[in-house]
């Protein structure tokens, strides 16, 4: 399958992107989805272990985080490995990295090492828990990471266990944070020619969404629990179930909610004590949620988003994949849009979002197929090495 030309508002900017699974790579797909060349390096013979998960015979989250960038493969543990990055390196933006702190310093990769052959360059480093302080050193992965960051003891029933969301959240926040920060660093450099190290961590990417947590708890010993699908004092906003299905409705402004009262046929509730401040429905919200509910329940979700919509109250089916690719705002929208693919012809993979209205992101293919499958193409045009020489190093096992 010929590549697509690159385009997009990064499309003149290289990544090298080391590092395996989800934070990392992730930030290396925001980076291939606006453009820029995104050169993945992976282990000879056994490539990422993205590439093997999902269901037996279905390893399409590959096919998502992999796209858009040209894999390469090379041996890190070997001199003639490093050297290969090392010569990438020196014509590169960007190199990124998710390995446990410490390990590309045992390479020789480290960013001392690295900035003396490209001052300009700017390391992303993605990890657990940072390259400083006393957990640094260990391994973190996204659910730690969503622990630590105080996101776990909130999610959920408040009489069981702490939930997961269900996905790796996690990494995905530390990936676009870590983006976030090297779009910051770009920043700087294109001002000073500086470049430096971008820190990323998964826990304090999750901290970063905590909203009031820590400050709630330091001056009103207040300490958030879980409550399943509703927010203590948020009222009405929650999960209410109609017979075909669920709809989330979320009426607690004033001005809404006085909207809500007249599509449920009942707008005295909206002068009602218990009901009429945003106060006093946190107060009453139980009872709220029931009378919502007793007017959804012999109801179709059509018929409950139609009534709300009329009136003005934001409303939203809770949508499982065969809702979003039937959904004609997602179509409008393009946030599906499909991908070439050899292996998956016609997949469809989340589009490229927030869209820019001069430069937008696409996403040119879907991650690519064989190991290594791009070695000779970047190899002998950008180090200028000759398909012999590739082939040499890839019968020592280095490529």
Same mark, same amino acid.
């Given at each position: ?31 291939? $989805?606006?453009?820029? $060349? ?26 998502? =985080? ?10 890190? +543990? ?130 970063? =969404? ?7 708890y330091q001056f009103e010993g207040y300490i958030r629990e879980r409550t399943g699908s509703y927010l203590p004092g948020i009222a009405p906003s929650n999960i209410y179930q109609g017979t075909d299905g669920m709809? &989330? &409705? ?40 029931? &009378? ?11 018929? &409950? ?14 949508? +499982? ?11 409008? +929208?393009?946030?599906?849009?499909? =991908? ?7 997949? +469809? ?51």
């Amino acid at each position: 399958m010929p590549t697509p030309p690159r385009t997009g508002p990064l499309r003149d900017l290289r990544v090298i992107e080391l590092g395996q699974l989800i934070a990392g790579p992730f930030c290396g797909q925001i980076f291939a $989805d606006f453009g820029a $060349d995104v050169i993945k390096v992976e282990p000879p013979g056994q490539g990422d272990p993205l590439r093997d998960w999902g269901r037996e015979g279905f390893p399409l989250w590959w096919s998502v =985080v992999a796209r858009g960038k040209r894999c390469i493969t090379a041996n890190l +543990r070997e001199a003639e490995g490093q050297e290969l990055v090392r010569r990438l390196v020196a014509e590169a933006d960007f190199l990124l990295e998710n390995f446990r702190p410490g390990t590309l310093e045992k390479w020789g990769l480290g960013y001392e090492d690295l900035r003396r052959i490209n001052p300009r360059l700017i390391m992303i480093r993605v990890s657990g828990y940072g390259q400083t302080g006393p957990y640094s050193g260990r391994a973190g992965y996204a659910s730690v990471g969503e622990a630590m960051g105080g996101l776990r003891y909130v999610m959920g029933e408040a009489d069981r266990l702490p939930s997961r969301a269900g996905i790796s959240l996690g990494d995905s926040l530390a990936g676009m944070f870590a983006a976030l920060g090297a779009l910051a660093a770009l920043h700087h450099r294109e001002k000073t020619g500086e470049g430096q190290v971008v820190d990323a961590t998964i826990y304090e990417s999750v901290l970063g =969404v905590m909203e009031g947590l820590v400050p709630e708890y330091q001056f009103e010993g207040y300490i958030r629990e879980r409550t399943g699908s509703y927010l203590p004092g948020i009222a009405p906003s929650n999960i209410y179930q109609g017979t075909d299905g669920m709809v &989330i &409705i979320a009426a607690n402004q004033d001005t809404v909610f006085a909207r809500l009262c007249e599509a449920i046929g009942q707008p005295w509730l909206k002068d009602h004590p218990d009901y009429k401040t945003h106060t006093a429905r946190g107060r009453n919200q139980h009872e709220l949620d029931a &009378i919502i509910q007793a007017w959804a329940a012999p109801r179709s979700i059509d018929e &409950i988003e139609r009534v709300m919509t009329e009136q003005g109250v934001p409303i939203g089916k809770v949508y +499982r994949a065969p809702e979003m690719l039937a959904d004609p705002h997602y179509e409008a +929208r393009e946030s599906l849009v499909e =991908v070439p693919s050899q292996r998956w012809p016609g997949i +469809r993979q989340q589009g490229v979002f927030p869209k820019l209205s001069a430069t937008p992101g696409r996403p040119r293919w879907a991650g690519p197929e064989a190991i290594g499958q791009h070695t000779e193409e970047v190899l002998t045009e950008l180090l200028d090495l000759t398909p012999q020489q590739v082939q040499k190093l890839r019968a020592s096992g280095i490529v």
